[in-house]
């Protein structure tokens, strides 16, 4: 499965824009579409479409958001191992490890480019012991 | 989700094409992914009799089937190909971040064939693959190599790759193939095999999310295993450590050892840790394998105290969904390199009688650079030496080079001669063996390895399992497919029936009985092994146990599956046995893979922790051959344990479907 633009679309080229893996193509003001072959369901058109035009795998509508109102992952320390799971999945490559501490030389994730997180919860869902939440 | 994607990518080098195969299920209930998988399909596709630097050798490179489930520890990816080193199967393992990224682009195994007429690399991401002319990469070292791959990345996803250093280019048949800044898949010279395709490296870009069939179950077992992996004992200084080899030296009585006491060591120090100590028990070899603590002393083996190599650790490094973080970067000559591992300090201290850790670190950045296996490249050294001091090579040889034991310069020369295959370095860069039979006079009997390739720095006097698996291996020589304290360290006994569950304590005469119980420790330790080299899952991680990391309970949930722990066993069984066919095959005969007599005390030596030890090996094989259901004479699987494992049926299995052009 994957995500859908429907005839509500106005041509703006957003999704196209912020997909991390370039799974759609259209030209401006005209319907443009997904690659359900290359799509990962990160949901980040899904969030950026200011006209509803796109659905997710379950066929819901998604919700348009501003960009500043996105969810962020956001790290507990306490459970986090450093295993860099989340770095890896992250689509975007906006998390990297933190300036090592004197006291603890096992670095932790931290948001390094966060102009550049989708909010797609990728990392949290990677995350083997649940370390992230996504707010 | 399933924790399998079902799909092979196959990547003709000589016509530039890709397909896509399909595999059903049944493929990954017998074989899991990983190594099971290389050997399923490897055993069908690779013609007997081909060269192993041919086109017609495959190389694969393949994921582990926990990668990325949700599960620790299970971060490994592994190669496998026809070995140019030993020419039997070959495999080896690494680290790093390759093992989810091949998930990542859709994929549990990248399988290449034939052999490309220039340089090239290949690359994957979510749109698929395509090759990339690589001429301007060639001759590039793995580190520079693998920055100049990333920065094509242009501020998007940063990849992963593998790829060769000149080693490999240059056919050495000790190369590796390195990922993530030198962390190497060392063993078997599969780095020749890719350098012989003109393959310099593989990128892969994509990002498709992986998981498990429950996501939920996956937390709570992982959880507990992450505190402890976190939450050791504190230690205290590094010269404890050789104090401790020592008392266990003199101890009357071997202790089952629990990896989870191993866990805080690796956490603090990393493997460079085990260094001194190892030296002080008998498990580190000194001087050719001829030597012992008496020889390389305290005041020598000062020089690998793990403080004083820890020293230069700037960070920890940790593998992918690797709790535990047992890697160091380190500042290196203005740079970062990895710290060098326990393997590495062994060959380039103990066993050369070198007690220069600048040179431990050069030599470690140098051959990680290169590409080459520091375990074969130290061993290979440490022949010269010996065949120096027998007068078997002289400074004709040489161009004037004297190779005395120990000496820092002459160590770091011929590390680079056999980079450059320059000089002696030309043979030397292709292992002890093939230098012996060169050279002649006898040589070959203090050439330490088996089946070609060298052992690594574990004395099987200390450990005789050590000298059953070098020697039993389908890959002949390697250490990490078993031993005894592995199979204390396992706890094996307390999730499968019937497999014995060693005294806490017991005298160490009888580690040197073959009998019944070593034959089942053996055949436990292999089965074991080729089960979490089909889940991806590292070896200090299982080191836990079973009954504190969950890899039975992991892959149920991971997968949906309801497979007992016996189960599991019989997959690794059937892995092993899989790859024992493939030498067969190959005409090889499982009695010429044994490890040399010198390290398996034959004769003994005269002073040390393993004075006076010898290794019944030749007894210990029949046995472990025996409870394989293989031949007790001859080491070939019986047609009735081919029949039980179901392995002629899921060959043809695999063999029947139509790959599709991507």
């Given at each position: 499965m994957a995500y859908r633009i429907n005839?509500?679309?106005?041509?703006?080229?957003l999704c196209a824009r912020i997909c991390p893996v370039t799974a759609i193509k259209g030209h401006l003001h005209s319907m443009y579409v997904i690659d359900a072959a290359v799509c990962?369901?990160?949901g980040a058109c899904g969030r950026i479409c200011p006209a509803s035009a796109i659905q997710d795998a379950t066929g819901s509508t998604c919700t348009h958001l501003k960009r500043e109102s996105w969810p962020r992952p956001e790290v507990n320390n306490a459970l986090?191992?450093?295993?860099i799971a989340c770095i890896q999945a992250c689509p975007v490559s906006c998390l990297g490890l933190g300036p090592p501490d004197p006291r603890d030389p096992h670095a932790r994730p931290v948001l390094t480019l966060p102009d550049r997180c989708?909010?797609?919860?990728l990392c949290a869902d990677a995350c083997p012991v649940g370390a992230i939440t996504m707010k | 989700m399933k924790p399998y994607r079902g799909r092979i990518l196959w990547v003709s080098l000589t016509t530039g094409t890709f397909t896509n195969e399909e595999l059903p299920e049944s493929v990954h209930r017998m074989y899991l992914s990983g190594l099971g998988l290389a050997a399923s399909v490897l055993y069908e596709r690779i013609p007997a009799g081909?060269?192993?630097?041919?086109?017609d050798n495959i190389l694969a490179f393949v994921s582990g089937l926990?990668?990325?489930?949700?599960?620790?520890?299970?971060?490994r990816w592994m190669v496998a190909a026809?070995?140019?080193?030993?020419?039997?199967?070959g495999d080896a393992n690494c680290g790093g971040t390759l093992s989810p990224a091949i998930k990542q682009c859709g994929y549990d195994g990248i399988f290449v064939t034939g052999a490309s007429d220039h340089p090239v690399y290949l690359y994957v991401d979510n749109h698929g693959p395509q090759l990339h002319d690589a001429t301007d990469l060639w001759g590039k070292d793995a580190i520079e190599t693998e920055e100049v791959l990333k920065k094509l990345a242009d501020g998007g996803r940063e990849p992963s790759v593998a790829c060769i250093g000149p080693a490999g280019e240059r056919l050495s048949l000790i190369a590796g193939i390195s990922n993530d800044g030198g962390r190497m898949a060392a063993r078997s010279g599969l780095g020749a095999v890719m350098g012989s395709k003109m393959l310099k490296a593989v990128v892969l870009s994509g990002s498709r999310p992986m998981g498990s069939e429950d996501p939920q179950e996956m937390v709570r077992l992982s959880r507990p295993c992450a505190h402890i992996a976190t939450h050791g004992i504190p230690l205290p200084s590094g010269r404890v450590m050789p104090l401790l080899g020592a008392l266990l030296r003199h101890l009357p009585a071997t202790v089952r050892m629990d990896g989870r006491l191993s866990l805080p060591l690796f956490r603090k120090?990393?493997?460079?840790?085990?260094d001194q100590a190892s030296v002080e028990w008998g498990d580190t070899p000194v001087r050719n394998w001829s030597g012992s603590e008496k020889d390389y002393y305290r005041k020598l083996s000062d020089a690998i105290d793990p403080d004083r190599v820890l020293a230069r650790e700037q960070r920890k490094y940790h593998c992918?969904?690797?709790?535990?973080?047992c890697g160091g970067m380190c500042e290196w000559q203005g740079g970062e390199t990895h710290r060098p591992e326990y393997e590495t300090i062994a060959a380039f201290s103990a066993l050369l009688m070198c007690s220069d850790l600048d040179t431990i670190y050069a030599v470690n950045d140098q051959l990680n650079r290169a590409g080459m296996d520091t375990i074969s490249a130290g061993g290979t050294i440490a022949w010269a030496m010996e065949a120096w001091e027998k007068g078997v090579i002289t400074s004709t040889d040489t161009d004037g080079l004297a190779l005395h034991w120990g000496d820092p310069a002459v160590v770091q020369r011929l590390v680079e001669l056999m980079i450059t295959r320059e000089g002696i370095g030309g043979l030397l860069a292709d292992g002890s063996l093939r230098a012996a039979r060169h050279f002649g006079h006898d040589s070959e009997s203090f050439a330490i390895q088996a089946g070609g390739q060298e052992i690594a720095m574990h004395d099987p006097r200390l450990d005789p399992g050590y000298a059953l698996h070098a020697s039993v291996?389908?890959?002949?020589?390697?250490?990490?497919?078993?031993?005894q304290v592995y199979y204390d360290m396992y706890h094996l006994w307390t999730r499968v029936a019937g497999l014995p569950r060693p005294r806490p304590l017991s005298t160490k005469?009888?580690?040197y009985r073959a009998d019944a119980t070593q034959a089942a420790i053996g055949v436990a330790n292999s089965c074991f092994t080729q089960l979490f080299n089909g889940a991806g899952l590292c070896m200090f991680g299982a080191m836990m146990g079973v009954d504190h990391i969950p890899v039975f309970e992991w892959l149920n949930a991971a997968t949906g599956w309801h497979m007992t722990p016996e189960e599991y066993m019989e997959v690794g069984k059937r892995i092993q046995t899989i790859r024992q066919l493939f030498n067969v095959r190959e005409?090889?005969?499982?009695?010429?893979?044994?490890?040399?007599?010198r390290a398996t005390g034959?004769?003994?030596?005269?002073?040390?922790?393993?004075?006076?030890r010898s290794v019944p090996l030749t007894a210990l094989m029949h046995d472990y051959w025996e409870l394989m259901g293989w031949?007790?004479?001859?080491?070939i699987p019986t047609a009735q344990t081919l029949q039980k494992l179901g392995i002629h049926q899921d060959i043809a299995a695999v063999a029947g479907d139509a790959p599709t052009s991507v």
């Open positions: 005839e509500k679309c106005i041509g703006c080229s990962i369901e990160c986090c191992m450093s295993c989708i909010g797609c919860g | 081909t060269d192993p630097l041919g086109p926990l990668t990325g489930s949700g599960s620790l520890f299970t971060g026809k070995s140019p080193l030993t020419g039997t199967w120090w990393g493997t460079c840790g085990m992918y969904s690797c709790p535990l973080g291996e389908p890959t002949p020589g390697r250490h990490t497919t078993g031993c005469a009888g580690k005409g090889i005969d499982p009695r010429s893979l044994t490890i040399s007599p034959h004769p003994p030596l005269e002073q040390g922790a393993n004075r006076g031949d007790p004479d001859t080491g």
